[in-house]
């Protein structure tokens, strides 16, 4: 919490539970606050429109232009789970206009704690964050 008071690290918490019953939820409110109290901005994804983006990813790749579902499942090929989660935490904060360019570190893990950990860029023009490096992975250490 003392980065975020010094305003040294704007910090971040992505979660994906909007619109469920609260005892549906996975990411406690307790630590919202907490977190919320701390200077820490907490923001919760909307994926209402995630089976429209994939109908329209699936025509889009019949035609031949590139496809984030595509993306995705190479990242995963070559740095494991935790980095493609990277990518779509990174992708989430792009969609809900929260970062428009900007240099961000994602940290993604399971229940167990974070295990994985990449440098992105956000940039206006591009349409999905670009990796810039590895730091670590639930696959092991990769440089690009």
């Not at 701390?38 to 025509?59: A, C, E, P």
């Not at 399971?110 to 994985?116: F, L, Y």
Request: glycine share 10%.
């Amino acid at each position: 919490f003392e980065l975020a008071k010094g305003e040294k690290l704007n910090i971040i918490v992505v979660t994906h539970d909007e619109g469920k019953p609260a005892e549906e939820r996975r990411f406690n409110e307790d630590i919202r606050r907490k977190l919320l109290a701390n200077n820490i901005t907490v923001y919760t994804h909307n994926q209402s429109f995630i089976f429209l983006r994939k109908v329209i990813n699936k025509l889009f790749g019949r035609f031949g232009f590139p496809r984030w579902y595509g993306h995705l499942r190479k990242a995963k090929e070559q740095y494991g789970s935790g980095i493609k989660v990277c990518y779509i935490i990174t992708q989430m904060l792009i969609e809900g206009k929260v970062l428009r360019d900007a240099r961000v570190v994602a940290i993604a893990g399971s229940k167990s704690g974070a295990d994985s950990c990449g440098i992105f860029s956000i940039k206006p023009g591009n349409k999905w964050p670009v990796l810039e490096e590895v730091i670590i992975s639930n696959q092991g250490r990769f440089s690009i």
